[in-house]
């Protein structure tokens, strides 16, 4: 039975008179006048409920059988009495439990209270094998099995049978309906694991999801994303989309942007070469790509001309011969000889290679100024000192740039 919260309960209250007259007259002639009584309530019903209700009431005084329960429970449902509901119709059910559409109305009037799960989902499985080949009825019984297993604990089954229900009943509104509820209540689940920090199981909950659910598989590979793993992340969305190529298509694109800034991120945080690492593992496995390509030309460019200043040591005279003590000291000598004092300790010190830049090439030669003096200060880090301020990133190389215009033009 259609739950009355989609205002779609199956009202089959105007079609009972034809059942009634099916039913084998009674013997007792208070049955017989229950079946006329049952008859005005079903045309009363419609027009004025409650007194449809208390028409339904005296039927079942006169003869207290399956039958006028249901109908009573059925009638409570509509009127907007679920628990009175819920008690004629296990009534119904305990007295005739081989009509399956009994049993379903019954097991959905349970589920919507909130009731017990197992015994509901006893009701619907035991309404599905009663079933048998009514297609006409199994959509609705499909549903309300899946909400039962959902209901009772078994979240994994429902979302399964209810997959399953979809693909044999594509168009059928019962099905759609209980498949979103059910869909939401298993990633609520798994998303309720991860965020109480139990990530093995949340994990492992949308892993399972997803073989039945392309929104599982697109909230699996999402927080993977999310719990910064972008090689998880990149080959679960590399996985589903095959499976749901429609309902992923953009996830993919959304993952690889994320990764990307990630590693951007991570680089100039200084972790330069994790970063480039990681990227180009990235762009090989997945070469087809682009994003994935851009960004490690991107890190391996920006490593290539770094702001770093790179000292290379001096370079060193090799050791001269092996001589006795007294002897020469040719090194000391040479020095003497061609001067080696402040030129010479001057060409000694560290050369400093920094990345190229149009600026560095071609600087004008100034008039020297043998007097000047200038302090030229590379500030970078700002970021730890807080108010929001970025690091800046090429301060080293400007400094550099900087001290060659000095030393070249001015």
Request: aromatic share 8%.
């Amino acid at each position: 039975m259609k739950r009355k919260s989609n205002g779609a309960v199956i009202w089959l209250l105007v079609g009972l008179l034809a059942l009634f007259f099916a039913v084998p007259a009674p013997a007792a002639d208070y049955c017989d006048m229950a079946r006329e009584v049952a008859a005005r309530a079903v045309k009363t019903f419609p027009a004025d409920q409650e007194k449809g209700i208390r028409l339904f009431i005296k039927a079942l005084k006169l003869c207290d059988r399956p039958l006028y329960n249901y109908n009573l429970g059925i009638a409570y449902f509509q009127y907007g009495n679920p628990a009175e509901a819920e008690k004629y119709l296990v009534r119904a059910v305990a007295g005739d439990d081989v009509r399956a559409k009994w049993l379903n109305d019954c097991a959905a009037v349970i589920i919507f209270r909130g009731g017990k799960g197992q015994k509901a989902l006893k009701l619907a499985e035991k309404a599905w094998k009663r079933a048998a080949n009514d297609e006409q009825i199994k959509p609705a019984i499909a549903a309300t099995l899946a909400e039962a297993r959902l209901q009772a604990g078994k979240g994994l089954a429902a979302l399964k049978g209810i997959t399953a229900a979809r693909r044999q009943w594509p168009d059928d509104q019962q099905v759609k309906t209980a498949a979103g509820r059910i869909e939401s209540a298993y990633l609520r689940a798994g998303l309720a694991l991860l965020t109480r920090g139990e990530q093995k199981k949340g994990f492992a909950v949308l892993e399972q999801g997803a073989e039945y659910s392309p929104l599982a598989a697109a909230t699996l590979c999402q927080a993977w994303s999310r719990a910064g793993k972008g090689q998880k992340s990149l080959a679960a969305a590399a996985r589903w989309r095959q499976r749901y190529p429609r309902r992923l298509a953009g996830i993919w694109d959304e993952v690889v942007a994320g990764e990307c800034d990630r590693l951007c991120r991570r680089f100039s945080a200084g972790e330069r070469a994790p970063a480039m690492q990681q990227a180009k593992l990235l762009h090989e496995r997945y070469a087809s790509d682009q994003e994935l390509k851009k960004t490690y030309d991107k890190l391996f460019e920006a490593y290539i001309n770094d702001d770093a200043t790179i000292a290379v040591a001096p370079r060193q005279s090799r050791p001269a011969a092996t001589q006795n003590a007294g002897e020469l000291d040719v090194k000391a000598a040479l020095d003497a000889a061609f001067g080696g004092g402040r030129a010479a300790k001057a060409d000694r010190r560290p050369v400093e290679l920094v990345a190229a830049v149009d600026q560095d090439k071609n600087i004008r030669r100034g008039r020297r100024r043998p007097h000047g003096l200038a302090v030229v200060i590379g500030n970078r880090d700002y970021h730890r000192y807080g108010h929001g301020l970025p690091n800046v990133r090429y301060a080293g190389r400007d400094a550099v740039v900087m001290k060659k215009y000095l030393v070249r033009t001015m």
